[in-house]
């Protein structure tokens, strides 16, 4: 466990965020101070920590330093940390002490010294932040261990910069370095310092988040809630954020539009045939592949049209004026396709709240990673573009599935992938026949996708149909449910204790069944 001795001249806010924080089980072992009264004795002393005041006299500055090294002898530490201890140590402490850090308010070596935050106001630059760095004889100028990057603002003052400053950069970078020493990763040399595996590629030690704000919003999930959207610059893929609206005196797009028109975007790019989707809070309300895109947005809102009231529709194709028709039918909010004739426009426009959403050609993917935001954090992981071909699909019932089931499994298992966890989908052919989304039983969403596909769909039925689930069955119910809603065939993942009954009762009910290995979870 990595020990530290804190010194600090007044709050000590760092000191006391890595004390909170324990970066690599790091952990203070005493806070000095050279100022009697402090604040940051009473805010140590509250959390356990021991404290020192050692406050300059009449002797000089060498002859100070040894007296804090001398009671600083009682503790065990293996690094010092300082923060705001507003005295520049001579090699009286330097030599004696081990390695020590400091955090300075700018990037380093631009605007050194005690006014740094007034320097980066005066200059004009747009970007500053803080380094944490090797303390030498020399004020500011020691081998910088790692920095941390903030905006300036145009209506900044020194309160506000110091400020953000503060807990954007400083409470990030300064236990990143402590975790980094804790972990043994610190290399300091005559040379400079050396972190090992501080390096790049898709999942860095370190990550910087730059986007820019395109627009307020009207509100966010709830109209209680304020929101905005960013825009990253660098995204070469087709997207929502980016797209061009059409008919510009219709509304903007809320917070949910954005949501649900990246959704169906998502979805319609799993394909090369002509297709849509119909989206209903992030979930396919229908999706469906055909010859024409007319007969592919037809197939897809039959699925559910009662969901799809309200809803968001993608094409992967330029929209023509039949497919165009069919959509002012009903109501929708939001379409999103790469082109639009100009007689499906005339058609759309006419709609005057219907936002029309040019996103250009599809291309290829680009953007291989996906984030979520937490609170105090995020998870990044790689976006999920697998997708079984036949040759992937391990037959494991007595029946092997018929061609056009296998058809029907892999157009299922593209759809799903878009469809919240737990997730079952229904599918015939090349189109969806009912969809259970987002339960917390695996059995449960089967009965839902029953249900859609008996109550809600139009000329549609799970008789003879394809059942695909996003993970594995767990217990045969979910067969026995899917057998009595009239299904003939399953793709799922495999994989759990109790596949051989789960087989066995697919097997007992004549239904072919496949393991594709994967699973395809979805859970925002």
């Known amino acids: ?13 760092n000191l006391l965020h890595i004390a909170d924080r324990a970066p690599g089980g790091a952990e203070l072992s005493v806070v000095l101070t050279n100022r009697e009264g402090a604040p940051v004795l009473e805010d140590a002393s509250e959390r356990g920590i021991p404290t020192e005041v050692v406050e300059r006299g009449d002797d000089t500055r060498k002859d100070h330093e040894r007296r804090v090294l001398s009671r600083l002898s009682g503790y065990d530490f293996d690094i010092v940390c ?4 507003m005295r520049v140590l001579t090699d009286a402490f330097l030599d004696e002490a081990p390695t020590t850090l400091n955090v300075h308010p700018s990037l380093l070596p631009s605007f050194p010294g005690m006014d740094a935050h007034e320097q980066v106001l005066e200059s004009g630059v747009r970007m500053t932040g803080c380094t944490v760095h090797v303390v030498t004889e020399a004020v ?26 503060l807990r954007e950069a400083e409470f990030t970078a300064y236990p990143r370095a402590v975790r980094w020493f804790a972990e043994g990763r610190v290399e300091v040399t005559d040379d400079g310092v050396r972190v090992d595996g501080d ?56 917070y949910n539009n954005y949501n649900d028109a990246d959704a169906a975007l998502s979805l319609v790019k799993e394909f090369d045939e002509p297709a849509a989707a119909v989206i209903k809070h992030t979930n396919p309300a229908g999706c469906a592949t055909a010859d024409s895109l007319a007969e592919a947005y037809d197939r897809a809102l039959s699925t559910d049209p009662m969901s799809a009231f309200g809803g968001i529709v993608a094409l992967n194709r330029e929209c023509d004026a039949a497919t165009a028709e069919s959509i002012v039918e009903s109501f929708k909010e ?13 058609v759309l426009t006419e709609k005057q709240n219907l936002r029309v959403l040019d996103v250009g050609p599809l291309g290829d993917v680009t953007d291989h990673l996906t984030e979520k935001r937490l609170v105090g954090g995020r998870l990044v992981q790689e976006r999920d573009t697998w997708a079984p071909y036949r040759e992937d699909l391990e037959v494991v019932t007595e029946r092997e599935p018929t061609d056009d089931e296998v058809e029907s499994m892999l157009f299922a298992w593209r759809v799903l992938k878009h469809v919240k966890s737990n997730g079952i989908l229904f599918a015939s052919g090349t189109e969806t026949v009912g969809v259970g989304m987002g339960q917390v039983s695996r059995v449960d969403a089967v009965r839902l996708a029953a249900m859609k596909a008996d109550e809600h769909a139009e000329g549609k039925s799970a008789e003879g149909a394809v059942m695909a689930s996003d993970a594995f069955f767990p217990f045969p119910d979910g067969i026995e449910e899917a057998a009595e809603a009239g299904i003939e065939a399953v793709i799922q993942p495999g994989g759990s204790v109790n596949d051989e009954d789960v087989v066995e009762a697919a097997d ?5 069944m496949v393991f594709t290995g994967r699973r395809c979870f979805r859970h925002d």
Request: charged share 25%.
């Open 508 to 512: 007992d009910h004549g239904i072919a």
């Open 82 to 85: 300082l923060d705001g201890y």
């Open 1 to 13: 466990m990595l020990k530290i001795a804190g010194l600090a001249s007044n709050r000590g806010r």
């Open 199 to 254: 390096e790049g590629g898709d999942f860095p030690d370190r990550r910087l988040v730059s986007d820019d704000r395109v627009s307020g919003l009207r509100y966010g999930e709830n109209p209680h809630q304020e929101a905005a959207v960013y825009a990253d610059d660098s995204c070469a893929e087709a997207n929502v954020v980016h797209a061009t609206q059409l008919n510009e005196g219709a509304k903007a797009l809320s």
């Open 334 to 346: 939001v379409v999103v396709a790469p082109a639009y004739s100009d007689a499906a426009l005339d």
């Open 140 to 165: 500011d100028a020691g081998p910088i261990v790692t920095q941390e990057a903030v905006p300036v603002y145009e209506d900044d003052d020194e309160t506000s910069l110091k400020a953000r400053v």
